[in-house]
């Protein structure tokens, strides 16, 4: 079945440090990839996301790139805040399976001053 | 995007006991879900409030359990029935459309069984 695999965290850096969150996935046919954000004691937010393969899904600083032929998804910034500090959920879905999302264990990012 | 709001935000509760959270959208939606997410752990999906029939449940959870309601478009709610210490967890709803594959979540229900 379809999976999603996140590296563990925490993940420590310090303020202006350069972010990778490495994600792989395992799914039949072409599904959405996302990068959904819970910062501490709120629900989720969509950070990104990309449809197909080849696209860049970008916001707030963050980049996220669909490469099928490594089936990764690897959320990048270049330069990151405090206030970045957060809980970072790589997902996916597919429309023959309803949209379903199918979710990575998260990573927790620490960003220290 | 919509705006959910989920009631209530937060509740200790006692062993034995039901809780029934509530999920409101803004906006007309074809499909809420509802989630469970343990300390520290990803989600877990318990079942998809279908409007005007029964809720569709994963495995590992049951209709007995985690009774749910899709009166309307725009609203559903979760019973935690029978509670336990093992069901203190964050219920979260999120919300989609149809031929959408986004899905949006509201803010959580932090529950505490004593």
């Known amino acids: 079945g379809d999976s999603v695999t996140q590296m563990e965290g925490p993940v420590t850096l310090s303020e202006e440090a350069f972010l990778t969150i490495n994600c792989t996935y395992t799914?039949?046919?072409?599904?959405?990839l996302f990068w959904y954000v819970q910062y501490p004691g709120e629900g989720l937010q969509l950070l990104l996301k990309a449809t197909k393969a080849d696209d860049k899904g970008s916001n707030k600083g963050f980049e996220a790139t669909y490469r099928k032929e490594t089936t990764s998804f690897h959320l990048e910034k270049g330069s990151v805040q405090v206030s970045d500090s957060a809980v970072y959920f790589c997902?996916?879905?597919?429309?023959?399976?309803?949209?379903?999302?199918?979710w990575g264990a998260g990573t927790k990012l620490i960003i220290k001053p | 995007s919509a705006v959910i709001s989920q009631k209530p935000s937060r509740d200790i509760c006692q062993r034995g006991t039901s809780l029934t959270i509530q999920c409101q959208v803004d906006?007309?939606?074809?499909?809420m879900f509802w989630y469970r997410q343990q300390p520290g752990q990803s989600l877990t999906l318990i079942a998809t409030a279908n409007q005007g029939s029964e809720a569709t449940y994963e495995s590992g959870f049951v209709i007995d359990k985690f009774p749910i309601s899709r009166p309307n478009l725009t609203f559903s709610t979760l019973t935690v029935s029978n509670m336990s210490p093992e069901d203190s967890s964050i219920y979260l709803c999120?919300?989609?459309?149809?031929?959408?594959?986004?899905?949006?979540f509201g803010p959580g229900t932090r529950l505490t069984v004593t």
């Open positions: 997902a996916l879905s597919r429309r023959d399976s309803n949209y379903q999302l199918i």
């Open positions: 999120s919300v989609g459309r149809a031929a959408e594959d986004e899905q949006y």
């Open positions: 906006s007309q939606v074809t499909m």
């Open positions: 799914a039949t046919g072409y599904p959405s």
